[in-house]
């Protein structure tokens, strides 16, 4: 049951922000309570959508003022539920929507900076980056439709932080609206700033809960003259970790990408996708993904010669270099098209843990290990972002089993990896975010000092509890 606003603010709401910006109706309302994979449903009386930082601001204190939870919404792409407001019986709350504020406000080639609004999809400020023969670096398979804002309150990742950092190094300053309706007026393109505390950190990877962002300046890099890109199969994770190793001393900071892909990943892909085949002529048990940008014509040749090297070494049991952009973007859509995949595969349980580099391959052995006992005949879906150490450690259900009988065990099975995973001295939540999802974990994993602090700043900021309250913090015993 949706509880209601109070009397009169809908249509105050309604009034400030047309007709475009307030949605009550059930059936437009519909797709903004749930998420990508239908695990999280709530209710929200509306969904806000201003179209400006000055409405944003005044829909903000308008609710602020009423008591108003608000829910901030991006592409709503995000996968631990931290977009979807929950049902709260009782008490009223809405969604704040970036989507109308999608303009890119200013491109600076000389400073090497971009603004724009936290509504622009990341695919958008990538191409207007293209545009001006600049690099905007974040890219991820969600890129089409998530939205610049909710990169920046997740702190996303993606393939190419090995050589770039996440969403977190690419911001130089940002525009928030704060849970009372003030603005925090942040959007500094300065690249050395040390005039206080450095606010504008405390609200990239805040997941919504400490204010609604509205526009950011982030940086922009050169384009890379050359790339190239290839697969290479290897036997077990430790050949890949080694082979990552020896990448990074032949061809330096010029590797922007090593993803890992398990076969089983693979051929989930090659089951799933229509049109995606395996680009080698027998099964491997692993793969790496790894792309080279260089600043001369150089790349493919230097990736060439590594991967010839390695066969020869034995580090490597087969390669292929993509010898056209056809080719290249072939081979990053077997990468991108895995979490697809496994959606069209059934129910799927799933870790994005980070442990150091060196331990990826216990991680995977171990893990893997404590699965099969536990989920017999579970499908273990292991790839992700090798050169950070950061393992999308994932599992669909067994063929012909019972969904919602898998997806119970999922507290059993993601407390035993994140054991694990604590065991190596990694993280239980490595890009993704902690949403509805991961909430017990921070009080477990992050408990004492850090979440009494981590507490104490949302309060200081958010003292009613009225930004997307339920997310991210665990709730007080
Ligand atoms: P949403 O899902 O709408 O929101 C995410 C969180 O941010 C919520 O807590 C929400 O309240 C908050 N939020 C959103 N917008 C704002 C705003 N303007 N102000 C304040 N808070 C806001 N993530 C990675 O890091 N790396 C990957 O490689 C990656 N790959 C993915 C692949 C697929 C196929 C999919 C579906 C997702 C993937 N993701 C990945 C997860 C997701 O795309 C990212 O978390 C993305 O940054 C979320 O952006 P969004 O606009 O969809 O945010
Ligand atoms: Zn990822």
Same mark, same amino acid.
């Given at each position: 049951m949706v509880a209601d606003l109070p009397a009169g603010l809908g249509e105050q709401l309604a009034r400030r922000l047309g007709p475009r910006g307030y949605v009550s109706d059930a059936a437009a309302l519909a797709p903004h309570l749930t998420e990508w994979r239908g695990l999280y449903r709530g209710a929200a009386a509306a969904l806000l959508a201003p179209a400006s930082t000055a409405e944003a601001a005044a829909v903000v204190r308008l609710c602020a003022e009423a008591g108003v939870a608000m829910v901030p919404q991006g592409g709503n792409t995000g996968l631990v539920g931290g977009?979807?407001?929950?049902?709260?019986?009782?008490?009223?709350?809405?969604?704040?929507?970036?989507?109308?504020?999608?303009?890119?406000?200013?491109?600076?080639?000389?400073?090497?900076?971009?603004?724009?609004?936290?509504?622009?999809? @990341?695919?958008? *400020?990538? %191409?207007?980056? !293209?545009?001006?023969?600049?690099? $905007?670096?974040?890219?991820? +398979?969600?890129?089409?439709?998530?939205?610049?804002?909710?990169?920046?309150?997740?702190?996303?990742?993606?393939?190419?932080?090995?050589?770039?950092?996440?969403?977190?190094?690419?911001?130089?300053?940002?525009?928030?609206?704060?849970?009372?309706?003030?603005?925090?007026?942040?959007?500094?393109?300065?690249?050395?700033?040390?005039?206080?505390?450095?606010?504008?950190?405390?609200?990239?990877?805040?997941?919504?809960?400490?204010?609604?962002?509205?526009?950011?300046?982030?940086?922009?890099?050169?384009?890379?003259?050359?790339?190239?890109?290839?697969?290479?199969?290897?036997?077990?994770?430790?050949?890949?970790?080694?082979?990552?190793?020896?990448?990074?001393?032949?061809?330096?900071?010029?590797?922007?990408?090593?993803?890992?892909?398990?076969?089983?990943? @693979?051929?989930? *892909?090659? %089951?799933?996708? !229509?049109?995606?085949?395996?680009? $080698?002529?027998?099964?491997? +048990?692993?793969?790496?993904?790894?792309?080279?940008?260089?600043?001369?014509q150089g790349a493919g040749a230097r990736l060439e010669s590594f991967l010839a090297d390695s066969l020869e070494r034995g580090g490597v049991r087969d390669a292929v270099l993509a010898q056209s952009e056809a080719q290249r973007a072939a081979l990053w859509r077997l990468r991108h098209s895995i979490s697809e995949a496994q959606k069209r595969a059934g129910a799927g349980i799933k870790h994005d843990v980070s442990v150091p580099v060196s331990r990826v391959p216990a991680l995977i052995e171990r893990g893997s290990a404590l699965v099969r006992r536990r989920i017999p005949g579970a499908l273990l879906v292991a790839f992700g972002h090798l050169g950070d150490g950061n393992i999308h450690f994932n599992l669909n259900q067994p063929p012909g089993s019972d969904r919602e009988a898998f997806l119970a065990r999922w507290p059993e099975i993601a407390g035993a990896v994140h054991e694990l995973v604590a065991e190596l001295g990694g993280s239980f939540s490595a890009e993704h975010g902690i949403g509805a999802l991961k909430t017990a974990e921070l009080a477990r994993y992050r408990g004492g000092v850090e979440l009494a602090l981590m507490r104490r700043i949302k309060a200081c900021l958010d003292p009613r509890d009225l930004m997307n309250p339920g997310k991210l913090l665990p709730p007080e015993r």
């Open positions: 977009a979807v407001p929950h049902s709260r019986p009782g008490r009223p709350q809405v969604i704040l929507s970036a989507a109308r504020l999608n303009r890119i406000r200013e491109l600076d080639v000389a400073n090497d900076t971009i603004t724009v609004e936290a509504g622009c999809l @990341l695919a958008q *400020v990538q %191409a207007a980056a !293209a545009e001006a023969g600049r690099l $905007f670096p974040l890219s991820l +398979a969600a890129e089409g439709s998530c939205q610049i804002g909710g990169n920046i309150a997740t702190n996303a990742g993606g393939i190419n932080v090995l050589r770039y950092g996440s969403m977190r190094a690419q911001v130089l300053g940002l525009e928030v609206v704060l849970p009372d309706g003030q603005v925090f007026e942040g959007l500094r393109a300065l690249r050395k700033d040390n005039s206080g505390y450095d606010l504008k950190q405390l609200f990239i990877g805040s997941e919504g809960t400490l204010g609604f962002i509205t526009a950011a300046t982030c940086r922009l890099y050169p384009q890379a003259v050359s790339t190239a890109t290839a697969l290479a199969a290897v036997t077990d994770p430790a050949a890949a970790v080694a082979l990552y190793g020896r990448a990074r001393e032949r061809l330096g900071e010029q590797l922007q990408a090593c993803e890992l892909i398990g076969r089983a990943a @693979l051929e989930l *892909v090659l %089951a799933q996708i !229509a049109g995606s085949r395996d680009p $080698f002529d027998e099964p491997h +048990a692993w793969y790496l993904l790894l792309e080279v940008g260089a600043f001369d």
